[in-house]
């Protein structure tokens, strides 16, 4: 294409996003107080005690979504007027970035704290003590306004040391976020490691959401929680909470429509793939996806053997139970499988949660593996069998170079059609805090609330992946059997 | 080379009750010998070839190979199996392999044979057969007779002491048949021993030294091909082996729907291998129907041929007529065309019957 024509489409593009906004029809509003917000739809997270706050409200349309980042989105897309989040969650920078602007502050501030197991006392005192003796606004303030950081004292940490095991559950500034160099920072981040140097013990950092890290709480899998952990009654039952270390503020933003954000593709992409070493996520997580989709195919192929046999076992009881086992794996959906699998079966134990997720897919492979397999080797004329016995081939004989290579033949193109939906099917595993394609590319998206480049780049993998997949199995394909058949 | 003593197979029915399929079947067979297994329908002689490579293992009894009993539980069939080839039905070539390999495959695995070895082999073999043009096509190209040939090549190709054949022509059309039994007379001729179940009855004579007549799962008679089709002594076997095949057909009125005679009898002669006559015989009846028995009706006309004589005759019966309905010069005109007229008297009244 050349220069002008590309210009041309630019500015098509453009007229059409335009339009687009425009044609949402919301009249660009500034409330100034919480009673001016009558009238308005105001966008908040889903469980977020803004929501207990605004939902006595009669004169408010509430809309909810999944997390901050998307209650941000849902102003600049036009389905709601006002969003309402933690304050400190964005800075004049993030405002400007993001073309919104705060319009007032809340005025019933909430306690920000730690959680800490029912019943550990000691950890719970000694990090009090911790809190108390450091300049926690301070740093704060460094994260929040850029102001200068705080200095830290000597420490000493000694590597033979139990680890002190911190699971943070929100990936936003200035909370807990990965800088530029792939470092953990934030406040959350910072606080935690100044105590645990002054523990002299190790740091182990997990990320994972917040129903799970609770979980892991609970089990002893971690020793302290946080990230915008509120201190709520309901929380105070199962876990033991830390003295507060800042209050936080509502802050009510609504669409800067002074504001010009057309980035250009370019930086568009790199934002949503240099900035923070995305590009390292979304390595890692095609690495995870790749990873559960072939422990996933092997195990669940060698189960589905299994399954085959007994589906052509001479008793009847045994066929019967392959018959059971299908109906139920396939009667409910794959992902309350590994929800069930995850939360009730595998909850206490340590197993980690690729591994359930790697044994949620197998199970249900298995059935539909076993099934295509019993299918296609019973397609194989039984004369074939017969007259390979007469010939004087073992039973094993006969169907290892008779009996298989045609049912490779008839059921390889299936298997490949299965396989490529397992890898599909994986892109669930986001729902237990697995870091695959899918979910990388859609915490991306929620970092940079561009939805187009993250997501295309994972749809191009994916397609990429079930290529290479397809190709492979093909590979499994009996020699000299690519010529077709006439019937 | 292979006794049978006391063979009883039965099966168990889906709903339970017993089938009871060889009952006491004793026989014994020899060197050389080739012995053909006729008999109706049902009658057992499959599962009792089956029985002797133990494909189908009895019930009770036993089956000696050169002594050695192979019903006994840890007796090393696949090595018995290697010296006894079987020829199917339905042919059951290996459909993933050429021609070829087919027949090199089990020599090659079994017998450990080189691959050049095995090959020379087989292309002697299909020369054999006359299918060496094909030896490198699959079994799906091939028609019914050619695959059979394949087929026998394949048992060939092991060496076998004793060719087990199970109806190998039955699936096959008519056209096709003879190509089959050249290559077994051939077989036959070079001394291999076979049992070879048919229903080609002209065939079984002509090749056999021995003949069995099996039916309701028991053996009923065994003799030469002489003592079994010219003096049968059981009456099962005299009704067998001159089992006659008739087409009928009532004639009412003159409003009678000839397409479908003429259908009828076509299929009729392709079904026994008689296509030539098919035209002769409609011509007949139309003749001597609208013509010389114009007026008599009701008339039944009815075709008939024996397999084992070849004779083709087309009987046309009247009821309550006590003389021929034929003139003088109705048998001028017909008599050209036919082998022989006869006309007599029957219980119920008059036959003209035609041979073609």
Not at chain 1, 281 to 288: K, P, Q, R, T, V
Not at chain 1, 294 to 299: H, N, Q
Not at chain 1, 307 to 314: E, L, P, T, Y
Not at chain 2, 105 to 112: E, I, T, Y
């Amino acid at each position: 294409m050349t220069r002008f024509e590309v210009d041309m489409m630019k500015r098509i593009l453009f007229l059409l996003l335009v339009c687009l906004t425009a044609c949402t029809g919301r009249k660009a509003v500034e409330p100034h107080s919480e009673a001016e917000l009558a009238g308005l739809t105001v966008a908040c997270r889903n469980g977020s005690h803004y929501q207990t706050m605004l939902e006595q409200r009669d004169d408010i349309r509430l809309f909810l979504t999944n997390n901050d980042p998307d209650a941000l989105l849902a102003v600049r897309q036009g389905r709601a007027d006002v969003f309402v989040t933690d304050e400190m969650l964005l800075g004049e920078a993030e405002m400007a970035r993001w073309g919104v602007k705060k319009v007032f502050r809340g005025e019933d501030s909430y306690p920000i704290c730690f959680g800490i197991r029912k019943g550990n006392d000691e950890l719970r005192r000694s990090l009090n003590a911790f809190l108390a003796a450091t300049p926690v606004e301070a740093i704060v303030s460094h994260y929040t306004h850029g102001t200068a950081a705080v200095p830290e004292p000597p420490y000493e940490v000694n590597p033979k040391a139990k680890p002190l095991r911190f699971v943070f559950t929100t990936n936003m500034a200035p909370v807990s976020y990965m800088d530029e160099d792939g470092k953990w920072v934030g406040i959350d981040i910072d606080l935690i490691r100044r105590f645990a140097h002054r523990l002299g013990r190790p740091l182990e950092l997990h990320t994972q959401a917040l129903s799970s890290a609770l979980v892991a709480l609970q089990s002893g899998q971690c020793d302290l929680i946080a990230s915008y952990l509120e201190l709520t009654e309901e929380r105070q039952q199962i876990i033991d909470f830390s003295l507060p270390y800042y209050d936080v503020y509502p802050g009510f933003f609504v669409l800067d429509s002074g504001a010009n954000e057309s980035a250009t593709m370019r930086e568009r992409v790199a934002m949503n793939l240099k900035t923070e070493n995305r590009w390292m996520m979304i390595g890692h997580g095609l690495l995870e996806t790749i990873l559960i989709t072939l422990f996933s195919i092997l195990l669940g192929s060698a189960l589905g053997c299994l399954f085959c046999r007994a589906k052509g076992s001479k008793r009847e009881w045994v066929r019967n139970l392959t018959t059971l086992y299908s109906g139920f794996i396939g009667s409910m959906p794959t992902l309350v499988l590994l929800l069930i699998l995850y939360y009730v079966v595998f909850a206490r134990t340590g197993i980690p949660a690729t591994i359930v997720a790697i044994i949620t897919f197998a199970l249900c492979f298995a059935s539909s593996s076993g099934n295509l397999f019993y299918s296609s080797i019973s397609s194989v004329p039984k004369g074939q069998v017969e007259a390979g016995l007469s010939l004087g081939f073992t039973r094993m004989q006969t169907f290892r170079y008779i009996v298989l290579p045609q049912a490779m033949k008839k059921g390889l193109p299936a298997f490949a059609g299965d396989c490529v939906g397992l890898l599909k099917g994986t892109s669930i595993v986001g729902y237990i805090s697995i870091h695959d394609l899918t979910h990388v590319s859609d915490l991306i998206r929620a970092r940079t609330f561009d939805a187009i480049i993250p997501l295309l780049v994972a749809t191009v993998i994916y397609f990429f992946l079930a290529w290479a997949l397809r190709k492979g199995i093909g590979l499994l394909m009996p020699k000299d059997l690519s010529t077709p058949s006439k019937s | 080379m292979i006794r049978v003593e006391h063979l009883n197979k039965t099966f168990r029915q889906p709903d339970g009750s017993l089938l009871t399929v060889l009952h006491d079947v004793n026989c014994e067979i020899h060197k050389g010998e080739v012995i053909s297994i006729i008999g109706p329908s049902g009658s057992g002689k499959s599962t009792f070839l089956h029985t002797l490579n133990m494909l189908e293992p009895p019930t009770s009894g036993k089956v000696y190979v050169n002594g050695e009993d192979i019903t006994a539980p840890d007796y090393p069939l696949a090595k018995l199996r290697h010296k006894m080839g079987m020829v199917f039905q339905n042919f059951n070539l290996f459909d993933h392999m050429t021609v070829l390999e087919n027949i090199t495959f089990a020599p090659v695995k079994l017998l450990h044979l080189s691959q050049t070895r095995a090959e020379q082999e087989a292309m002697e073999l299909l020369k054999r057969v006359g299918m060496v043009h094909k030896a490198d096509v699959y079994p799906a190209t091939l028609s019914g007779g050619q695959k059979q040939r394949v087929a026998i090549a394949r048992a060939l190709a092991m060496h076998p002491d004793v060719m087990l054949l199970d109806e190998p022509t039955s699936s096959l059309d008519p056209t096709m048949v003879g190509e089959v039994l050249a290559v077994m007379r051939g077989l036959a001729q070079d001394g291999m021993t076979m049992l070879l179940v048919t229903h080609q009855l002209r065939f079984a004579r002509d090749v056999s030294s021995r003949i069995i007549f099996m039916k309701d799962g028991g053996i009923y008679e065994d003799g030469t091909p002489e003592q079994i089709f010219e003096f049968p002594i059981h009456s099962a076997t005299k009704a067998f082996v001159n089992r006659i095949k008739k087409l009928l057909f009532e004639i009412d009125s003159d409003d009678f729907d000839f397409y479908e005679i003429h259908t009828d009898i076509t299929r009729f002669c392709i079904k026994y291998n008689i296509q030539a006559k098919a035209e002769h015989a409609f011509t007949l009846i139309k003749e001597v129907l609208f013509l010389h028995t114009r007026h008599i009706r009701p008339i039944t006309v009815r075709l008939t041929h024996t397999e084992m004589t070849g004779v083709t005759a087309l009987d046309f019966m009247v009821e309550n007529l006590n003389e021929t309905p034929l003139t003088d010069a109705d048998r001028v005109k017909i008599r050209p065309q036919v082998n022989d007229i006869i006309e007599e008297r029957t219980t119920r009244g008059f036959r003209v019957k035609l041979l073609i």
